[in-house]
């Protein structure tokens, strides 16, 4: 019965696109055959940024200055830019009523606004049941879906029915709360996909280390961890509990689902290419960053025609390199490092990866919840979260004093509590002095 009521809602989905001309489907047929097809087609993603560069040059008036230019001819814009010209973004082909508003929680200041036209939106969607496939999500199964649910983003009972969503609230994250949810877990015979922010997960599978005999009976086919990045010791984790692979997905609410990680275990993010023309470019200025080099990640939106964003600064830290598959290189985000503004160094000013802290942290299995911050350029603060008193502040002060030097100051501080940000997350890594970045 349960098979069979996510095969119903999976054939109405596509009954009712048909009933609309399959926009979606015809999305999904263009974006599988442009990533499967590369490089043969290139042209195709060529020819898509040629027609938005002359789209937004031609209907905006930010862009009425770069008619006929090529992308690096365009500036690197970013979230100030865009609030504070926002009507110059708009094309004048759109109504601005008419569009579909998007707005970010705003968790590292002013909320956000971006607007999308209805194929944007469509295109939006057929991008997420693409990768959620590739992640072993098939539309129609049960999706628990971690984030902070609210009266503005709830869903109404249809949409909660006919996407089969769980909502599991991020904002109450205790024992009691997660066992709560392990429980109800168990009891859900569902073919079952996970969807949260990676510290969510975190939480989950700490819990589960410090209780044993919690086991996972469910059917658990995908996790897919969004919005922060995903350690080493989550992933092996999230494979040993719920016996599948926890892959992570790299997006945001502006643009929408840019690159994803396979489950081949490479940890390798492959670029969603068919909807996105991504740059990385260098730390301090608007050039192309050295292939395997740690620059900022720059995207241009190929299908957004209401509000085109042309080399947009996601604010995000990411590596560009390139994968053989099938022989043939293609374009892959290697790591990507989370927010520039989170980045922390060792006492010499080198750059230190987060994935350093966190796979760091992996040991300490005691701890509920910990963050990390960069205090000045050699003093730095845990802050740790533990039921029971912490043995091992002095081998954890060893074990960072390796990373970040010898004189680097390192204090402990036992909270209650990491806060929530406004978006659900929980900063594990945070950098609240004045860096100065330094190429190894």
């Not at 241009?300 to 947009?312: F, G, H, K, Q, S």
């Not at 390192?410 to 945070?430: A, D, F, Q, W």
């Amino acid at each position: 019965m349960i098979v069979a009521a996510e095969k119903i809602r999976q054939l109405l989905f596509w009954i009712l696109d048909m009933l609309k001309s399959s926009p979606v489907a015809n999305h999904l047929k263009e974006i599988d055959g442009i990533i499967k097809g590369y490089p043969d087609t290139r042209h195709n993603i060529e020819n898509k940024l040629g027609e938005m560069l002359h789209h937004a040059a031609a209907t905006t008036n930010f862009y009425s200055l770069y008619k006929n230019c090529s992308i690096t001819d365009f500036p690197v814009i970013n979230k100030t830019i865009i609030r504070d010209k926002e009507t110059a973004f708009i094309s004048t082909k759109f109504d601005k009523a008419s569009l579909h508003k998007v707005v970010t929680s705003g968790s590292t200041g002013t909320p956000f606004c971006v607007y999308h036209n209805a194929a944007k939106k469509l295109r939006n969607t057929a991008d997420t049941i693409y990768f959620a496939k590739k992640a072993g999500f098939e539309l129609g199964q049960k999706l628990y879906y971690f984030k902070i649910w609210n009266d503005i983003n709830k869903k109404d009972w249809f949409n909660t029915w006919s996407q089969n969503i769980e909502a599991c609230n991020v904002f109450d994250l205790s024992d009691a709360a997660i066992e709560q949810l392990l429980v109800r877990l168990n009891k859900d015979q569902s073919t079952i996909g996970l969807l949260a922010y990676a510290s969510a997960f975190d939480a989950i599978c700490r819990f589960l280390d410090r209780h044993p005999q919690m086991q996972i009976k469910s059917n658990v086919q995908s996790a897919i961890a969004m919005s922060e990045a995903l350690n080493d010791y989550t992933k092996e984790a999230m494979q040993r509990h719920f016996n599948c692979v926890c892959i992570s997905r790299y997006s945001n609410v502006e643009n929408g689902m840019i690159a994803q990680q396979s489950t081949d275990g490479s940890g390798i993010f492959f670029i969603n290419f068919a909807s996105y023309y991504v740059e990385v470019l260098n730390m301090d200025d608007d050039q192309t960053c050295q292939m395997g080099m740690p620059g900022r990640v720059v995207v241009t939106d190929l299908c957004n025609e209401a509000m085109p964003m042309i080399r947009y600064d996601t604010g995000d830290i990411g590596i560009l390199n390139e994968q053989l598959v099938n022989g043939n290189p293609i374009p892959v985000l290697e790591k990507i490092e989370g927010r520039k503004m989170d980045m922390v160094f060792n006492t010499n000013g080198h750059l230190v990866s987060s994935f350093t802290i966190t796979n760091g942290m992996w040991k300490y299995t005691e701890l509920t919840q910990y963050q990390f911050i960069q205090a000045s350029k050699t003093c730095y603060l845990f802050k740790l979260n533990c039921g029971t008193p912490f043995t091992r502040a002095t081998e954890l002060i060893s074990d960072f004093k390796n990373i970040f030097g010898t004189d680097a100051v390192i204090e402990i501080e036992y909270v209650n509590e990491i806060p929530l940000l406004n978006s659900g997350k929980r900063k594990k890594v945070m950098n609240i002095s004045s860096p100065t970045y330094t190429n190894r």
